[in-house]
């Protein structure tokens, strides 16, 4: 995506000056006006190189006029600080602004610290506007761009700090205070509308030195609660992290205020109390991790062996936006148990409000057993929630209900932007995956078909379409190392120039999409191929690798291979063995899993425990099996999955394809038909899906507790006090030892 600002145009083109002095011809688009400032994708730039020439002129002239007019306006104020600000504003969504704010608790000035606030800003006139005013704009703004949207999780992390001179004054205490209390109408509102919203303080050091560092106000308060609880996250990783993933692995009070908002009231409070926004602590359970945290036990809905849904929800964590076939009944289905009425005594624990349903009832199948036992080890915790009043005394009979929003673990899906035309296949993307991968659109053949011709807009497309539904990216591939597969102009190089075109994809694929994919397959298929390795040597290999992680140094690097014999999963060891002796860096496994009519759930055991005595992550990477028999097809999927999740050393499954009419493998292989209804596998899938995923809901016992337990990721939670109403709160479950405890503080 580029940015730049318009200073001519045509019929049918556009000329944009960018804020390095570029000047592009670039496709006209009905919104476009000479002054506005407009984004536009690589793909729409025509006759780039005769337009540098006709410009260069004006390019120098315009950079030595904003050097002069710098050195005018320093020469004019003494220095670069107002002395009309008293306090700043930052708000991070994706975009990062910073508002500074007058003695009249006005705006002065609104800035964009990164190229999303770029594109917020320029239709927004925020001087003058109180802060409240500018905050609802700029999330407005934000929705309208997509930025914010109905159908992804949604954070809004709001920070203040004093300038360091009005600092020294006797009232910034109170105002900063009244400040805060004017962010927290706005923080009320985005509440109400289902968005998390966090409120930060920050010393007039700490923001000096996010200005140094390149980073906004709220981003490096993360960075600081991160160091705090000793959470590795460097500030290069927070500052172009995605700002729900990197909250998700931080507790973060927000500052407490108690604001009135025509007669009701919310909090995000100053005082040394607990806060609204959960308080986490993490402690040992006296029991064993098998069983639920002290306090009354939720009624909770995990199920134990999948069942077949017979209707349409939308939940990204396993709902379905189709409808199945009622003739169609998988020979596994099962009904969730009905809650029991049974009590676990505890000492010092009132009789419970609601009784546990049995956490793992036996389905009968003795290796579903196995696994369920696994799963509930290693992929959930303990919870225990606390409902306290405004002066932190319990309340008794508060309703809680927890529904889980969006899991930690990966289910990821492949997608191809030539099914993007339906909205049926953009809807299930978003209804049930957290990742992705393009299937085609970042491979080379894809980008560069002709030498020297790189076309990276539909894997640009694709990417948004991601960012802005919260699903994270695969990167596949940076190559493939078997020889049908390049690009058939590269298959006829000599040493040299394919050396030469090797470093041209790296710098190219891996440069454009820096920060954005989070991991990359760099060679698919080395233990299937040698094309690269033939012609330029063994070097080769750990080159790609050390070069990938020299241009972009957050990613993580994968090797990837298709491995569904125990033999493969012997020679992928080797490999990986032999490049670490080479220096190289290996973040994670790749197993592509394309099976045939059988996937034996033994033999993905076998494969998967020999992998992990490389102890690096594994992936299963690419998924599907081939048969004509959809009973079989469920059977397998459920196989690979749930022995794939109940494995310690797997952190992700992604599916290669789910749509018949544009599955690479057709209609035996897909899990959803041409006319969207559900085959077998997919009923299996979404059965999968409800049972992994956690609702619980109960009431609280005389001590204010509310215990589950639940999948690791994020939760909805809602808490009704008789009286006082109903309050909705975020909850992130993250991995660790002994219950997380939650305190919320009901005004």
Known sequence: MIIGKVIDLDDKT?????????????????????????????????????????????????????????????????????????????????????????????????MALNQDATTVLQELELKGKTVAEALEEVVQKSKEYGFIAKEKENIVLISAACDSKAETGSDSEDKIDKLLNDVNKVVIDL?????????????????????????????????????????????????????????????????????????????????????????????????????????PAATEFTGNTPTASSGATADKTGGIPVKSPPEQSSPRESVLPDPTATVTKQKATPTPKTSPTPIMPSSGIPWVDKSNEKINQIRKRNVQIKIVDSSNKPIEGAYVEVTQTNHAFAFGTAITRKAMYDPNYSKFIKDHFNWAVFENESKWYSNEANMGMVNYADADYLYEFCRSNGIKVRGHCIFWETEEWQPLWVRGLDPL?????????????VGHFKGRFVHWDVNNEMIHGNFFKSRLGDSIWPYMFNKAREIDPDAKYFVNNNITTLQEADDCIAQVNWLKSQGVRIDGIGVHGHFGETVDRNVVQGILDRLSTLNIPIWITEYDSFTSDEYKRADNLENLYRTAFSHPSVEGIIMWGFWERVHWRGKEAAIVNDNWTLNEAGRRFESLMEEWTTKAYGSTDSLGSFGFRGFYGTYKVTVTVPGKGKF???????????????TYRIP
């Open 14 to 110: 556009a000329i944009i000056m960018t804020d390095d002095f570029a000047f592009l011809n670039v496709i006209k688009t009905p919104k476009m006006e000479i002054g506005l400032k407009v984004q536009v994708l690589e793909s729409d730039i025509i006759e780039p190189k005769r337009l540098q020439r006709r410009y260069l002129s004006v390019a120098a002239v315009a950079a030595c006029f904003v050097m002069v007019l710098s050195l005018v306006l320093m020469f004019i104020n003494g220095n670069t600080a107002r002395k009309d600000i008293y306090a700043y504003v930052s708000v991070d969504i994706n975009p990062s602004i910073e508002l500074s704010i007058d003695y009249n608790n006005k705006i002065a000035e609104a």
């Open 191 to 295: 509440k109400d509308s289902g968005i998390t919203a966090k409120v930060l303080k920050l010393t007039s050091e700490e923001r000096e030195v996010s200005k140094e560092k390149d980073i906004s106000m709220g981003r490096y308060a993360v960075y600081l609660k991160a160091k705090e609880q000793n959470v590795d996250l460097t500030i290069e990783t927070i500052k172009d992290a995605d700002l729900l993933d990197i909250i998700s692995k931080v507790s973060i009070d927000d500052e407490n205020i108690v604001v009135e908002n025509n007669g009701r009231v919310d909090t995000t409070s100053t005082a040394p109390t607990v806060s609204t926004v959960p308080s986490v602590a993490e402690t040992p359970l006296a029991t064993p991790a098998s069983e639920r945290a002290e306090g």
């Open 497 to 509: 120039s394919l050396r030469s075109a090797l470093d041209n994809r790296l710098n190219s694929v």
């Open 728 to 742: 909705d709160y975020t909850l992130n479950l993250n991995q660790g030892n002994g219950a997380f405890q939650y």
